[in-house]
């Protein structure tokens, strides 16, 4: 793939790593250049009401910037599912289509977080933008490159499913809102705050010294640490305040930290971009070319060779080598234990084509 800088410079890149939960992926540029850098700003320093710039490329309008303001921090329920990230920046700078993965700074020039939805009833901007915090960007950017895969830790806690109990229950919704912090109604399995000796019923008030007053500052501070790391978590257990020193877990209920998988090493394949007068004359609208297979390599090994043209991977429509790391990203990093993607593509005057690949597979 390639980098187009903003004095119009190309480069070739290739992808370190990709976090489909936070949609963030680390690029390496292949040159010896000495290349200027953005210095990393403490979004947990951000005020509601400071005023941040948003830059970005919206409408193919190269290197455009916006002003406006913190309007709130740690939203929740603003893309994905409860899954994915749910701990945004949100700020009045206009942010439009193509601003996604743009910079969000402060005003002294330092990178606060990344620009990465709106939310609008057109498509466009009406006044709400957000950003991923560059607290929880710096540790998957930094993961990606260390590890290779982001290395999630978990206090193994259950808290009350509020959106439920609002709908189903509106008195104890009233009462669970007047509740400053994270209240602990159960644990998962093998759950290191309750091997700490955190019970349920505590109400958590604060981890490492960082006030928590709802259930999104927790992920947003848990989201700092990986598996093995200690955190001093201090509850309220029945209007007494008690500290309590956990050693956060993976989802897998271990310390260890998360093994990458190469999944797009395992394809054995290179890959080319189809350009849009090529897509039209073979009549599709999207497309990746694959330009040559290793002999050992899970392609191969599946009948595709030189010349298949990926339409879909699990049903998403690729364009370009990222788009297929991601894909193979999301699913070498799934808990499920078949680890499969389902490839639809097709060579040059034949027809469609679905070849199923095995990623967990020796």
Same mark, same amino acid.
């Given at each position: 793939?390639?980098?187009? +800088?903003?004095?119009?410079?190309?480069?070739?890149?290739?992808?370190?790593?990709?976090?489909?939960?936070?949609?963030?992926? +680390?690029?390496?540029?292949?040159?010896?250049?000495?290349?200027?850098?953005?210095?990393?700003?403490?979004?947990?320093?951000?005020?509601?009401?400071?005023?941040?710039?948003?830059?970005?490329?919206?409408?193919?309008?190269?290197?455009?910037?916006?002003?406006?303001?913190?309007?709130?921090k740690n939203r929740a329920n603003i893309v994905g599912d409860?899954?994915?990230?749910?701990?945004?920046?949100?700020?009045?700078?206009?942010?439009? #289509?193509?601003?996604?993965?743009?910079?969000?700074?402060?005003?002294?020039?330092?990178?606060v977080g990344i620009n990465t939805a709106i939310y609008s009833?057109?498509?466009?901007?009406?006044?709400?933008?957000?950003?991923? #915090?560059?607290?929880?960007?710096?540790?998957?950017?930094?993961?990606?490159?260390?590890?290779?895969?982001?290395?999630?830790?978990?206090?193994?806690?259950?808290? #009350?499913?509020?959106?439920?109990?609002?709908?189903?229950?509106?008195?104890?919704?009233?009462?669970?809102?007047?509740? &400053?912090?994270?209240?602990?109604?159960?644990?998962?399995?093998?759950?290191?705050?309750?091997?700490?000796?955190?019970?349920?019923?505590?109400?958590?008030?604060?981890?490492?010294?960082? #006030?928590?007053?709802?259930?999104?500052?927790?992920?947003?501070?848990?989201?700092?640490?990986?598996?093995?790391?200690?955190?001093?978590?201090?509850?309220?257990?029945?209007?007494?305040?008690?500290?309590?020193?956990?050693?956060?877990?993976?989802?897998?209920?271990?310390?260890?930290?998360?093994?990458?998988?190469?999944?797009?090493?395992?394809?054995?394949?290179?890959?080319?971009?189809?350009?849009?007068?090529?897509?039209?004359?073979?009549?599709?609208?999207?497309?990746?070319e694959v330009t040559d297979v290793d002999k050992g390599g899970?392609?191969?090994?599946?009948?595709?060779?030189?010349?298949?043209?990926?339409?879909?991977?699990?049903?998403?429509? &690729?364009?370009?080598?990222?788009?297929?790391?991601?894909?193979?990203?999301?699913?070498?990093?799934?808990?499920?234990?078949?680890?499969?993607?389902?490839?639809?593509?097709?060579?040059?005057?034949?027809?469609?084509?679905?070849?199923?690949?095995? +990623?967990?597979?020796?």
């Open positions: 793939m390639s980098i187009t +800088l903003n004095n119009n410079s190309e480069y070739n890149a290739t992808v370190i790593g990709a976090d489909p939960a936070t949609d963030i992926a +680390l690029l390496k540029i292949d040159s010896d250049e000495d290349f200027e850098y953005v210095s990393f700003g403490n979004s947990d320093d951000l005020q509601v009401g400071e005023w941040v710039l948003a830059v970005g490329n919206p409408f193919n309008l190269t290197s455009t910037v916006t002003a406006g303001i913190v309007s709130a409860a899954k994915s990230l749910q701990s945004f920046i949100q700020v009045d700078a206009a942010v439009n #289509p193509g601003n996604s993965g743009g910079a969000l700074v402060n005003t002294r020039g330092e990178l009833q057109t498509g466009n901007f009406a006044g709400y933008a957000f950003a991923i #915090p560059i607290s929880i960007a710096g540790k998957v950017a930094s993961d990606l490159k260390e590890y290779g895969t982001v290395q999630r830790a978990v206090m193994g806690i259950i808290s #009350p499913n509020i959106e439920y109990i609002k709908e189903n229950d509106p008195e104890k919704y009233r009462e669970l809102q007047k509740i &400053v912090g994270v209240l602990i109604e159960d644990f998962s399995e093998r759950s290191p705050s309750k091997t700490a000796g955190i019970k349920a019923g505590d109400i958590v008030k604060s981890i490492n010294n960082s #006030p928590i007053r709802n259930f999104n500052e927790l992920q947003s501070q848990i989201g700092k640490y990986r598996p093995g790391d200690k955190i001093k978590v201090i509850v309220d257990r029945n209007g007494k305040e008690m500290t309590y020193t956990v050693e956060l877990q993976n989802d897998q209920g271990s310390t260890e930290l998360t093994k990458s998988v190469d999944g797009m090493g395992a394809l054995g394949a290179t890959f080319a971009d189809i350009t849009d007068a090529r897509k039209q004359k073979l009549g599709i609208t999207s497309g990746v899970k392609f191969r090994k599946e009948g595709i060779n030189k010349g298949f043209i990926i339409l879909r991977i699990d049903n998403m429509p &690729v364009n370009s080598e990222a788009d297929i790391a991601k894909i193979v990203q999301m699913a070498t990093t799934s808990k499920v234990q078949d680890k499969v993607i389902l490839i639809a593509g097709f060579y040059p005057n034949s027809k469609t084509q679905y070849i199923a690949i095995d +990623l967990s597979a020796e």
